[in-house]
């Protein structure tokens, strides 16, 4: 399977961070940051990605604007077709159990992480999900 990732975080540095961590990785054909969850989604919308590629999307819960559980709310609403070719990652640093309760309740949610990411993070989410990256 061909990986791509979206990185959604309001903090430029976090995003910075994150797609550095999934360029070091190798497994990444695409690496796409937004600090704005808004723009991210309809780049979603109006970009259909390619039959043969998984897009791992790295979503911060708490954001200005639109938080994470304002753009779950928006892509749950998206056609099957579209959502099965994304797999979304929850990040934060939100403490609050009722956060985390609240956005595991999203289907399209597949796992729930704590900020920051690291290289051992990324490198769990990939075999923890089997998630396995070709090149062809």
């Not at 723009?39 to 911060?60: F, K, M, S, W, Y």
């Not at 309760?101 to 999900?129: F, H, M, Q, W």
Request: hydrophobic share 45%.
């Amino acid at each position: 399977m061909k990986l791509s990732f979206i990185v959604i975080d309001d903090s430029e540095l976090d995003c910075f961070i994150a797609g550095k961590l999934i360029r070091h990785t190798g497994k990444s054909l695409n690496i796409k940051t937004y600090a704005n969850a808004a723009l991210a989604l309809n780049d979603i919308r109006n970009h259909q990605p390619a039959d043969d590629v998984t897009t791992v999307i790295l979503l911060d819960i708490l954001m200005p604007l639109m938080n994470g559980f304002d753009f779950l709310d928006e892509f749950e609403s998206l056609p099957e077709e579209l959502k099965k070719r994304y797999f979304i990652i929850a990040i934060t640093s939100s403490l609050n159990k009722n956060d985390i309760g609240t956005i595991r309740n999203y289907a399209s949610v597949r796992d729930v992480i704590d900020k920051p990411i690291n290289i051992n993070v990324v490198s769990k989410i990939l075999e923890n999900n089997n998630l396995r990256w070709t090149k062809e």
